[in-house]
């Protein structure tokens, strides 16, 4: 995951075609990975373990719920915090009717972290898959379940939902090459650039 920034191009604002860009990444060392969220959340329904407090370490083994997020998200190259509560402070807020595939949903918990008001603590966390069902680590008990949207709110649950990636956004992830540190995609923009002859640079 470490080894992941996801980028879009056109938000680079390079003098270059995109063409341009890969090839120049390409000679690097840099590889465009292909990630289906949704797909790498389903894959782990019946597979990985939930145990509270889990590190991200033992990603895919076994996550909570909020690892969970960080853990799929950051193997599409995007960063998110470690914490639901913190999760829910980023991203583009998301009404109950608009939630699509890779949108993250809140709910209230067993356990609930809020700020300033207990009634919009939040507890749980899981990802939509666009088919009306919710992706999460449940308990030790169930582990990585699907389950429906309905069901997952349930009575007064919600806590609200976020987008991460912007809609209709052609977002890359690239694996970055071991002897280089990229944390955001700003980075690739400036590696890109030191490769450019001084003339493209005015």
């Known amino acids: 995951m470490k080894n992941r920034c996801a980028v879009i191009l056109d938000s680079l604002n390079l003098p270059i075609s995109h063409e341009e860009i890969l ?10 990975v292909q990630v289906d969220i949704t797909s790498l959340a389903r894959q782990c329904v019946g597979t990985s ?5 889990a590190k991200l370490s033992e990603a895919s083994l076994t996550f909570d719920c909020s690892s969970f997020m960080k853990w799929l998200y950051g ?3 995007i960063w998110l915090p470690r914490r639901s509560i913190q999760q829910r402070e980023l991203g583009e807020v ?37 088919d009306g069902t919710i992706v999460h680590a ?9 389950t429906s ?16 990636i912007p809609k209709n956004a052609e977002v890359l992830t690239l694996e970055t090459p071991a002897d280089r540190e990229v944390e955001i995609a700003d980075d690739i923009r400036w590696i890109v650039l030191q490769s450019l002859p001084k003339n493209n640079l005015k």
């Open 138 to 146: 449940a308990n030790k008990k169930e582990g990585i379940i699907e």
């Open 49 to 53: 373990k939930y145990q509270r407090g």
């Open 75 to 77: 193997m599409h190259g």
């Open 149 to 164: 949207l309905h069901k997952f709110m349930g009575k007064d649950k919600f806590r609200g939902a976020r987008r991460y």
């Open 23 to 32: 090839n120049i990444l390409n000679n690097k060392g840099f590889r465009v």
């Open 94 to 130: 998301v009404k109950i009717n608009e939630i699509i595939a890779g949108d993250v949903v809140f709910v209230s918990g067993w356990i609930d972290y809020y700020h300033d008001d207990p009634a919009n603590g939040v507890g749980h966390v899981g990802i939509a898959t666009g």
